[in-house]
């Protein structure tokens, strides 16, 4: 039976696609389908809103899935956590769930929240977050995002995700404090992951999944080296990077091979050119594994 696969709808939904090529599985989706073409007969792949990932993995309607550790904590859902996963360049940031309170308000911590009314989509995860600082009387009302809009008018406060808290500045609000921070997980089912050929496609996905991120900020870089530079050339690599050093056919001739972060590959051609190095080539990676 095909492993039953879960794919985040919406802003995710582009840089997953494009993870899971990376890793080395091409999928598909038509712009008003949700059910996603895989070129892997062994997964059957549905797109869903990540809030409701983990709750369709504890039913047992999905086997393994992609979402974000906010959403698990916010279902409070029962499932095996199988990997992190920083996601590519634009997204490496972990979130943080915030709650934030308008500019010169009278909230300064979640003892201020009583009698008062919270807009959030993580409704469960603000009741208890209430709950454990001994807040009974606050109301709590779910929203469909664009939570910022609503206060001071229809909230008081608002339990929301942030990366970089420039939205909620924006709109002339300040964090008061932080509920939990998150990244996007690899999750799987009991059932699912206790199968031992299902556990086996999972793992073999995230140890894929992970090399492909791994890869995302590095690069290749590879050279020719006349026997009599190559300390000066090695002594310009970073340090605790060891490189493969190759002979050429011509004897006197070493060909230099090393991966690097792909940051420093800026000021590092440049001096390894001046050392010696010739024929540099820079090359981007699909996966490294650890």
């Known amino acids: ?3 039953k696969l879960g794919l985040p709808k919406g802003s995710l939904q582009e840089a997953t696609f494009k993870l899971f090529e ?20 062994e997964i059957s792949a549905m797109l869903i809103r990540p809030q409701e990932i983990p709750r369709y993995l504890e039913d047992g309607i999905l086997d393994v899935g992609l979402t974000g550790k906010d959403w698990i904590e916010d279902n409070n859902a029962d499932v095996h ?13 972990a979130i943080r769930v915030v ?12 003892r201020d929240l009583g009698g008062k009314r919270i807009a959030t989509e993580y409704v469960r995860l603000t009741e208890r977050y209430l709950s454990t600082h ?4 606050a109301s709590v009302e779910f929203s469909w995002g664009a939570c910022e809009v609503k206060v001071p008018v ?17 709109h002339n609000l300040r964090i008061v404090d932080t509920l939990l921070t998150s990244t996007t997980r690899l999750v799987a089912n009991h059932a699912a992951w206790a199968d031992p050929e299902k556990r086996a496609k999972i793992e073999d996905m995230a ?25 000066a050339v090695v002594a310009q690599l970073p340090a605790l990077k060891r490189p493969t050093v190759s002979p050429l056919y011509a004897n006197d001739w070493v060909a ?27 090359y981007p990676l699909n996966k490294v594994i650890y």
């Open 22 to 41: 990376k890793a080395g599985w091409n999928i598909r989706v038509d712009a008003r389908s949700y059910q996603p073409a895989v070129d892997d007969p």
């Open 81 to 93: 956590e199988v990997a992190e996963l920083t996601y590519s360049k634009a997204t490496r940031n």
């Open 99 to 110: 709650l934030a309170a308008p500019e010169g308000s009278a909230i300064e911590s979640a």
């Open 154 to 170: 229809l909230a008081d406060a608002i339990v929301v995700n942030t990366e970089t808290g420039s939205s909620l500045r924006a």
């Open 207 to 231: 140890l894929l999944l992970r090399g492909a991120l791994n890869a995302d900020a590095l690069v290749g870089l590879k050279m020719n080296v006349a026997t009599t530079q190559l300390d």
């Open 256 to 282: 230099v091979e090393i991966i690097i972060e792909e940051q420093q590959a800026r000021d590092l051609i440049p001096r390894l050119k001046r050392a010696g190095a010739e024929g540099i080539v820079e």
């Open 134 to 137: 001994g807040v009974r009387d």
């Open 1 to 3: 039976m095909p492993l």
